[in-house]
């Protein structure tokens, strides 16, 4: 039977096993995938808490962890078109991605391009979509200076390079250790920590036009006293009444195959690279959701599987 690495009810990490289950079978509109590599994310941790997402309810009891996954088509779904069996793809799981086959609906999936590997598709559909659909929102004109909270993590890291292309001058908050990581991706480092709003001042002289926040709390707060206008604050890192307290709005995610296409696209052409630091196979899932649960990943973690290149 198929491998998955699956919480068996709400809790901390003694909830996690790798046990064998059914092999899913697609429905309307899914498509059952071979997975090669499955992107790790901080959501996946808080779906074993009991972390429902907004609009959603919390993951139904044993539930597979992940969210992004890139794999072969290995069975079509009644009323599916444009995908056939051994089409390579990538996209946003039904109900989880560690595991060695998931179903993914033809609504978030995209045909992986040839010049893409398995292992850097997987970590596209959340953290680089995120960072898309952040900036598309925040629409700042070039030449325009966006600070990013958290921008050496996954997202944060997939920001400053589609800022960077979009003629933005991005601004990274991050721990000192990551400060080369931040220069590397074009943007000037600014420390995180208390009193991080001076800093970023200094840093920035010409003033911020607009925040995307991934951290949340005391750093939000802090972020958003540099904008004079609250409409270009954003966060995929607080709650919505969070922000919405302080004038901003929670990142809005398109959720969709042409975001996939897009971010894969900026990746063939060299503008994006997705800087998988951290990869672990299947067996060893624990420790790659450990990587990302301490909170000070670098870049993204992913899961391969074998035949993964
Ligand atoms: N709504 C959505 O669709 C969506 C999608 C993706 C992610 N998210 C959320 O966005 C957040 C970031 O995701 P991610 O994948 O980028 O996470 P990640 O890869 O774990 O990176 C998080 C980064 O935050 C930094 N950080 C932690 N505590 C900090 C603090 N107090 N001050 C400043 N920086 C701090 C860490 O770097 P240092 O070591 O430098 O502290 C780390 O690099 C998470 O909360 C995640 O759940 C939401």
Known sequence: MPKAYVFTRFGGPETEALVDVDRPRPGPGQLLVAVRAAGVNPVDWKQ??????AGGGA???????GNEVAGVVAEVGPDVTGFAVGDEVFGNPVAGGYAEYTLLPVTVTAHKPAGLSFTDAAALPVAAATAYDGIVQLALPEGATLLVTGAGGGVGAAILQIARIRGLRAVGVASDAKKDFVESLGAVHVPSGPDLAARARAAAPEGVDGVYDLVGGD????AATLLTDRTKLITAGASAEDVELLGGARVLRA???AVLDAVADLVVRGDLTPHVTATFPLDRAAEALRTVEEGHARGKTVIVIEGTR
Do not use: S
């Not at 074993?48 to 997402?53: E, K, L």
């Open 48 to 53: 074993r808490t009991g972390y429902a997402r």
């Open 59 to 65: 993951r139904e009891l044993p539930a597979v962890f």
């Open 219 to 222: 750093v939000l707060a802090e």
């Open 255 to 257: 959720r969709d195959a």
